[in-house]
């Protein structure tokens, strides 16, 4: 079980994941007012990348963790 957590957290992120943050990333800009290509913007990507490398998948926790909100 550790093993198979271990290998899903350092898999590469591929199209369907990178739709998801995309998606999270989105929500977070929108929910907070902030320009989609803003320094803003960029920095709650990284953030989101990390959570998401720490094991957070669901757009839902996700959205929640950056924007202190329950979403939806």
């Given at each position: 079980m550790i093993d198979e957590t271990a290998r899903k957290?350092?898999?590469p992120?591929?199209?369907v994941e990178l739709a998801l943050l995309q998606?999270?990333?989105?929500d977070?800009?929108?929910i907070r007012g902030?320009?989609?290509?803003?320094p803003e913007a960029e920095q709650s990507a990284k953030v989101i990348i990390s959570l998401f490398e720490s094991g957070?998948?669901?757009r839902h926790q996700l959205v929640a963790m950056m924007t202190g909100r329950k979403f939806p």
């Open positions: 957290l350092d898999a992120i591929g199209p998606r999270v990333l989105t977070v800009c929108d902030q320009a989609h290509t803003s957070i998948r669901n």
